[in-house]
Structure formats: structure tokens, C-alpha cells
């Protein structure tokens, strides 16, 4: 692992930061590290030592966001600390299809809300491309719904390929703003993660 992060992780990172200089965040992809793929206990000694490494040389703006698997545990609290601790600024939470609907997002947001993170909810490009146009509606809403309760949020369309309707995007984004329009509350990602 540590020669992973000196001769591939580093050199990338002090590219993007040559190249992109005003980056806020500098991201990681790294969903093949979530669960069950990885426990929790091969996340903290093979995953999060290395993460904290980049972000000790490259600044608290290093991170992973990408992790998913809380519907793998039954206390999901020990693996939301661990995508703290792996976030950029240690601030930011990702939770995504097709975790969310299997989930008790109360404790989610109560862990959110808690730490004063920012939340992005994640929609799951199948559930798009499967679902409805009632249903994909209705899940927008309450994932709006839920995460006005953060101080920032994000609705992430997950992994969009080219076999999704484009007016089911369509659909998407303008339930978003138009759920966001009715609550009266507007809410500026802190990221475009």
C-alpha cells in the first residue's frame, strides 16, 4: 500500500494540484474499497492509514467519498466515522443507492446533524433507468426531504450510462429544484462532488 500511494496516489495528486491549482477538493473514487468487498477492519488498516498520509502531505482537501455497503451492517455508526475521517475536510458524508432505501437514514442524518457535515445522497443509476417516472419523483422528493435537515446537500446521480432516458434526468433534477422551491430553502453544495 505505501508504495501505491508513493509511486501512483502522490504523483497523481501533485498532477491534478499542478494542473487544477484552484481546486477546492482534490477526490478519490474508491468504491471498490466499500463494503462487502472490504470489513470494517480491513478498511482501517489497509484503507483509512493511507488516505490520512495523503492527507498529512497534500492538505485536509485530500479524500475518498465514494464508499458505500451501510446496508451490509446492522450498526452502520462504525463505518460512517470511518468516511469522516476519509472525507475532504473530514466534513463531508456520501450515502447512496442501493443503500438507502435498506437503511435507517434517521441514524445517518442524526450522525450528519451531529457533526455538522455536509450530505450527498447518492441515486442509483439502475433504480433510474428501472423505476417509474412516479417512483423516481417520489424517491427524489424524500431524499430532498432528508437532506435539507444537513447543513449542505448534494442529490448525486450515480454513474449515469448512456442506456438512461434523458428525460428521466430531466425528471430528476427538476423534482430536486422544485422540492427545494416548496421548502423555501435553497441550499449551495459546499462541493460539486
Do not use: H
Amino acid at each position: 500500500m505505501k508504495k501505491i500511494n508513493n509511486r501512483v496516489l502522490k504523483p497523481w495528486l501533485d498532477l491534478q494540484i499542478e494542473e487544477f491549482p484552484e481546486s477546492q477538493l482534490i477526490l478519490g473514487a474508491d468504491a471498490m474499497a466499500s463494503p462487502p468487498n472490504l470489513n470494517l477492519e480491513m478498511l482501517e488498516k489497509f484503507v483509512v492509514p493511507y488516505i490520512k498520509d495523503l492527507k498529512e502531505e497534500f492538505g485536509p482537501e485530500v479524500g475518498v467519498v465514494n464508499w458505500w455497503g451501510e446496508s451490509y451492517f446492522e450498526e452502520i455508526e462504525n463505518l460512517l466515522k470511518l468516511k469522516k475521517q476519509v472525507a475532504p475536510y473530514n466534513g463531508m458524508l456520501r450515502v447512496q443507492d442501493p443503500d438507502i432505501p435498506k437503511i435507517d437514514m434517521n441514524k445517518v442524518l442524526d450522525f450528519v446533524i451531529k457533526n455538522d457535515l455536509t450530505l450527498t445522497l447518492g441515486l442509483g443509476a439502475s433504480f433510474i433507468v428501472n423505476s417509474s417516472r412516479e417512483e423516481l419523483k417520489e424517491r427524489v422528493e424524500n431524499y430532498v426531504l432528508m437532506g435539507q435537515m444537513a447543513r449542505d446537500f448534494t442529490l448525486y446521480l450515480c454513474n449515469i450510462g448512456q442506456n438512461t432516458d434523458g428525460t428521466k434526468i430531466d425528471l430528476a433534477i427538476n423534482t430536486a429544484r422544485e422540492s427545494l422551491r416548496s421548502q423555501k430553502r435553497w441550499i449551495y453544495p459546499a462541493s460539486s462532488a
